[in-house]
């Protein structure tokens, strides 16, 4: 027997089918003639924060990879095949990394108490610390500290996304991609732009610069 919740949402889904055909009789039967979104989003996993909605694209705008904490992590085949699929079929030309003011795996990250599982994905998040720890030892107040590493940590991930050799190919190649980094506030629906952008990889450290042979 199916609870009611999950009526509900059936009901919904038809109801937003409905109101979609309403408007366009044709935007499903566009919809599946492909898609050519021009940005990758890779955000949190946090139901408070819907990409499309964010941003006001509609379906078919916007690829999206979702992670607990928007991490960029380089053994993680999950995002980097999505990141292959965008830059190097789909060609999109931005991607933006996404953090969120209060996320919780950065909170968690931040103490010692041991969650289960997700224990080992929060060590990513505590390395970034670790990184920055001179800087987030001294802001003294707790939720300052705590807002700015949520910011750092996208930084970081922003960083991490251009280490990677799907992106330093797609830039040795001449193909036109940025990478920017944010943060969303759940309170106030509002962006940080992190002013972090890159589109090319003159700015990371040396050994992360790959000679790529053409």
Known sequence: ?????????????????????????????????????PLLWIGCADSRVPANEIIGAKPGEVFVHRNIANMVVHTDMNMLSVLDYAVNVLKVKDVIVCGHYGCGGV???????????????????????????????????EHERFDRFVEINAREQVYNLAKTSIVQNA?????????????????TGLVNDLDVSLNSNDELDQVFQLEITQ
């Open 171 to 187: 830039w040795a190649n001449g193909q036109e991609l940025h990478i920017h980094g944010w943060v969303y506030g759940v309170g």
């Open 107 to 141: 909170k968690t990250a931040m103490g010692n108490a041991s969650v289960g599982l997700i224990d080992n994905w929060l060590r990513h998040i505590k390395d970034v610390y670790r990184f920055n720890k001179d800087e987030l030892n001294n802001i003294q107040d």
């Open 1 to 37: 027997m199916t609870n009611e919740y999950y009526k509900d949402i059936l009901d919904k889904n038809r109801a937003w089918v409905e109101s979609k055909l309403n408007l366009d009789p044709d935007f499903f039967s566009k919809l599946a003639d492909g898609q050519q979104p």
